[in-house]
């Protein structure tokens, strides 16, 4: 697990024994984009993943926007695997 900081540009891994939580900033004004860029880090990892016999669960795997209340926010549709990542608050 220590090498899984590396396979990514912009999410930012947290590890606890055999819990990952990753977090990234973006700007959310180009809803397209930030959809596209975090897909395609999750492909990353989820190949690393493959590559080191390490399995996901996507059905806990959950995702979450941290934002002002007072701005309407476009939730991206991010996937793992062609599974479909469900945003909670």
Partial sequence: MNDLPYIT?????VI???DT???TTINI????????????ELKLVSDWLK???LSLNSEKTKAM???S???QVDVP?????????DFVK
């Fill in 9 to 13: 540009k912009c999410l930012t891994p």
């Fill in 16 to 18: 606890y024994a055999d």
């Fill in 21 to 23: 939580t990753m977090f």
């Fill in 29 to 40: 004004n180009n809803h397209v984009a930030i959809q596209e860029d975090i897909n395609k």
């Fill in 51 to 53: 590559l080191n016999k």
């Fill in 65 to 67: 926007l941290f934002h």
């Fill in 69 to 71: 209340p007072q701005r």
């Fill in 77 to 85: 549709n991010i996937y793992i695997d062609d599974n479909k990542i």
